[in-house]
């Protein structure tokens, strides 16, 4: 029998990567873990985190103005303090980062800071050192994907939003997913001048057509100027900032160019050939239903591996594989009825399947859908309004797809989530009492199918 290190070896200290060294250390699995940057990965440095304290601070901005319909009179103008949010951020970052370190040192996990490869299956070098373990986890994450176009060299990524100095008076999101979707609407909120361009005929390809141009509508109206079908071919440096020419010819000035372009796994420099590592068509890694790769002794969770990059399925993932080695055994990981948000202002929920989905995979169905002015905005003044959409199987009368915009709705889906796990009907939300007055109850009180 060889001996090893470790039980397990962990290459990512994220979400995915964390939970699954600390787990397999508290079932009395012997652990390493290396992070070649600040623990918690993309989630808590350059991810949902962060992303969310600025969603907030973009959302006092709506308050200060709803508040005079309320009979609020500000003393004077509120004045919007970048440096001091980016500190703010900063210190709660640090403070989370002090918290994963606390979390893996707690469960007795070894952690080795610097970048980490594998020599072979069951060995991983970092700086020089090599560490052995039975079984192998890259939790390595993903990365922003810039596609190749003249003075890219002038645009940000993501992870560069939230440390932008000074704040961009002009703003240029490229992209129609929900990571551009969210700046566009935070920055906006924040008091810049925001452009959208997508190259699509809509935002936010995967989620519910109504909702695409619901959603797009109501950012048009708070503020984004959202251009569709219109594609970024080159950036130059002006004499007052990035200057973008759109493929008609056009020409756009700003302070900063956002290309939120999609993301691809962080599989470079990782030894994966040399350990035999097979990557699938996406350049992922090719796991199988219990997250291992073509190396029996490598698993890989997470953005690097999956479809469904969101940190709760990493985790879930990372849980998979944990219990798989070192707890209760195998298991499947359901990913059907995933809910999820998009910090949009007004925000996106949704769980289960768009309309055409639905359609192409139960048959018929029923439509059942609300558009509404929420009754904060009847004095607020704001012009907002909010979407609910519930598609509903017809054979088994099961709703399998729930679609929200509007105030909380990530709050909101949550909970409907469960229910639609569950199976629940329309009969059953029907005889769902409702909570009043809230913009949720709706969900429980639409009672007439769409034509058609
Ligand atoms: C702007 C943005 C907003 C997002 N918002 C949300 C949201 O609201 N909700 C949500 O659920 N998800 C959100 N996500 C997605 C979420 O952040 C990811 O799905 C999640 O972080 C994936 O976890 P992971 O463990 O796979 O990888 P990560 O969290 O990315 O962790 C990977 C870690 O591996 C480390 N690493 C990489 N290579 C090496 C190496 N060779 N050696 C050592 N360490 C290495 C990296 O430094 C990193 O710390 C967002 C992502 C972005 C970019």
Redesign the pocket.
Known sequence: MPTFDFDLFV?????????AARMAAQQGARVGL???????????????I???LYSYAAGYAESFEESAGYGWKLPEAPQFDWAYLKTQRAKEITRLNGVYASLLKNSGVTLVT????LADGHTVE?DGKRHTARHLLV??????FVPEIPGREHIVT??A?FDLSPFPKRLLVVGGG??AC??ASIFNGLGAKVTQLHRRAHLLTGFDDDLRQFVAHEMGKAGVDVRLNIEATSIARGPNGPVVTLARGQQIDADTVLF?TG?VP?TQ??GLEAAGVALDERGAIAVDANYRSSVPSIYA????S?RV??????LAE?MVVVDALFGQGKRALDYEFIP????THPNIGTCGYTEIDARARFGEVAVFSSEFKSLRHTLSGRGERTFMKLVVQKATDRVVGLHMVGADAGEIVQGFAVAMRAGATKALFDSTVGIHPTAAEEFVTMREPMPG
Request: hydrophobic share 40%; charged share 15%.
């Open positions: 290459i990512g200290g994220g979400s995915g990567g964390v939970r290396a992070e070649a940057a600040e623990l918690g990965g993309t989630c808590v440095n350059v991810g949902c962060p992303k969310k610097g970048w980490a490869q970092v939790a390595t994450g993903g990365t922003p993501s992870d939003m929900y990571i969210e700046f939120a993301r962080n420099g990782l969770v997470g953005d690097v999956t990059q969101l940190t709760p399925v990493a990372a999820t948000a998009v910090f």
